[in-house]
């Protein structure tokens, strides 16, 4: 990992110049009779981890292409530190450091040539083996790139992303595809960078991380932003603490497994319900009052449950109560 000394030169970046990191007006993207990006209006705070979270086809992918200068909007301003693609692009590319959802390196290349090509390419930054270090790639330093696995080939991105030591960091799904344990070392390796006071604006799918990692989040959907606080906040949001989850089947020819969903949201501590293919889902504030009356209202009903689970509310459930939709739906 990185040491203090090369942790505390993001950190001095980082607080130079006054005004957010990152701010977008009025922007906008079409794509043949597709809307992506709708009039989105949003700001990221100098040393912040913001999270972008939505669908796929939310349009988040697309305004963070915007962002990092990889797209052109169709309507609407973008400025990153105080700059814009249009007239200091050169500068801006000094200034930031980009990770892909995927990143193709030529596999013939060894892991210290790779990262002192990127070196090459700006005029400041961390040494070679500084970015093996931070990337805790050491043992494989001498190894052809084709030879790593998933979640060293990962870290080696997100070493590239850093190598010029930038103020304001992208990272685009850094750990999709990854083993759990790879993924606890690039969670360890983004807190530290945060610790440093660096701005990164992270995209992701999975909710454990974005609560894990961010100091506030954006959720995204038709190319708008639904939503938008801190983890917290936005869990909150929903009325309850807990989420039930249950299914049913009668248990005598007069129920037909149909719940009176009047009788349930009556009960004390019962915020909302829903039902998703069958599986009914109740935001609960108290879940000790609300659990036996719920047991109590089915067996009333001649009801037997199927499947019953609980769990603390997430992210997602903000995004299912928001929407209707999951996630990781299409």
């Avoid at 989105?40 to 086809?57: H, I, K, Q």
């Avoid at 010029?164 to 993924?183: I, K, M, N, V």
């Avoid at 109590?296 to 939709?325: I, N, P």
Wanted: hydrophobic letters at 40%.
């Amino acid at each position: 990992m990185m040491d203090e000394a090369q942790l505390g030169r993001g950190k001095v970046a980082a607080s130079g110049g006054g005004g957010p990191a990152l701010m977008i007006r009025g922007l906008r993207k079409v794509y043949a009779d597709v809307v992506a990006v709708d009039g989105l209006d949003l700001e990221v705070a100098r040393g912040e981890c913001f999270g972008l979270l939505g669908p796929n086809g939310a349009g988040k992918t697309t305004t963070i292409e915007i962002c990092e200068g990889l797209t052109t909007p169709d309507g609407g301003t973008v400025e990153l530190l105080g700059l814009n693609w249009q007239t200091a692009a050169n500068e801006l590319r000094q200034r930031i450091g980009i990770q892909l959802q995927e990143t193709q390196f030529p596999e013939k290349l060894l892991v210290e040539e790779t990262l002192a090509l990127f070196r090459s390419f700006y005029k400041r930054g961390i040494s070679v083996d500084e970015s093996i270090r931070t990337a805790q790639l050491e043992e494989k330093r001498r190894s052809r790139v084709g030879g790593l696995s998933g979640g060293q080939k990962q870290r080696l991105a997100m070493a590239c992303a850093l190598v010029g030591d930038p103020e304001l960091l992208f990272l685009d799904e850094p750990t999709t595809g990854l083993d759990p344990q790879a993924r606890r070392h690039l969670w360890d390796l983004v807190d530290e960078l945060k610790q440093a006071g660096r701005t990164i604006i992270l995209t992701t799918h999975y909710m454990d991380e974005a609560e894990r990692l961010c100091d506030r989040v954006a959720i995204m959907d038709h190319g708008k932003v639904i939503a938008l606080g801190t983890p917290q906040q936005l869990i909150g949001s929903i009325g309850g603490e807990d989420i039930v989850e249950f299914a049913v089947s009668g248990a005598d020819a007069h129920s037909h497994g149909v719940v009176e969903v009047g009788r349930l949201t009556e009960i004390e501590g019962v915020q909302s319900h829903r039902v998703d293919a069958g599986l009914h889902q109740l935001s609960v504030s108290e879940l000790h009052v609300a659990v036996p009356r719920i047991f109590a209202v089915l067996k009333e009903q001649g009801l037997h449950l199927s499947e019953f689970r609980t769990h603390s509310a997430t992210l997602e459930d903000v995004f299912v109560g928001l929407t209707g939709r999951n996630l990781r739906d299409e």
